[in-house]
């Protein structure tokens, strides 16, 4: 079966920059809903049609991937708000942040703290993998039809690089 949208198509992938240093490895396949939620466009593009076993390198600028740095997505807190273990490389969900954090802060996404001084935390909006263009190994283990469930979700229940809450030096990005 081609990939085309609204099928669901299983991968693996290699995630490096462009220094080649790895990033995300995938080595067991995973579903994604093509034509949804659960892949970057250019990657369903990169995708259409192409079947089972097919092997794809990409290069994803930052404005295909997960976009710029955003300098206005970094926000400097009173360290007094936040748990006494707050340590860098951990991240609140924005509806989790500390009561008294700056009203800019959406309370939507995700924030990671990126720097600790004595008085003050530096919280990070971004994307983990904002601003750096990324180079992907695709092979694709398997084509189906989308059942009606995932179509109306638009999701096989995975989203391309979801980020957890992770403890630091982990890398712990799907």
């Known amino acids: 079966m081609e990939i085309t949208q609204q099928c669901v198509v299983a991968l693996t992938w290699v995630l490096k920059d462009t220094l ?4 995300d490895v995938l080595d067991e396949p995973v579903e994604f809903f093509v034509g949804g939620n ?3 466009a250019r990657v369903e593009e990169a995708l259409q049609g ?3 076993g097919a092997q794809l390198d990409l ?4 404005e295909e991937a997960f976009g710029e740095f955003d300098e206005e997505l970094l926000f400097l807190e009173p360290l007094v708000l936040f748990p006494k273990d ?6 609140f969900e924005g509806t989790a942040l500390p009561a008294g954090v700056s009203p800019e802060a959406t309370r939507e996404g995700l924030y990671t703290v990126s720097q600790i001084y004595p008085e003050h935390v530096v919280l990070d909006g971004n994307h983990p993998l904002a601003g750096i263009a990324l ?11 989308a059942s009606e469930e ?4 638009g999701s096989a229940g995975t989203g391309f690089f979801q980020v957890h809450a992770q403890a630091p030096g982990s890398n712990n990005i799907h």
């Open 86 to 91: 707050i340590e860098e490389g951990m991240s």
């Open 38 to 40: 659960d892949l970057l």
């Open 150 to 153: 995932e179509i109306a979700r």
């Open 135 to 145: 180079r992907l190994h695709l092979e694709v283990h398997g084509v189906r039809q």
């Open 20 to 23: 080649g240093e790895e990033l």
């Open 50 to 52: 192409h079947t089972n």
């Open 59 to 62: 290069h994803l600028e930052p």
